[in-house]
């Protein structure tokens, strides 16, 4: 019985490097090209607290 814990803990073991192995490769994967395609950026849906509603609504159309 205490062998079977032992093996059972080892595959744990390695079931836990191959995951974050398989994590790490899909993060640089995934990530790599993210400096390829710059995200644009876009004006606030939400006015800022220092500006009328009429200020907001000018800034949006210029």
Known sequence: ME???RLDMAFESLKKQLIGRLH???RK???E??????VPR???LVPKL????LE???AQTN
């Open 29 to 31: 994967q995934l990530f």
């Open 50 to 53: 220092s500006q009328t509603p």
């Open 56 to 58: 907001s609504v000018v």
């Open 24 to 26: 790490g490769v899909l």
């Open 3 to 5: 062998q079977l814990e």
């Open 42 to 44: 876009k004006q606030p």
């Open 33 to 38: 090209n993210t400096e390829k395609f710059p």
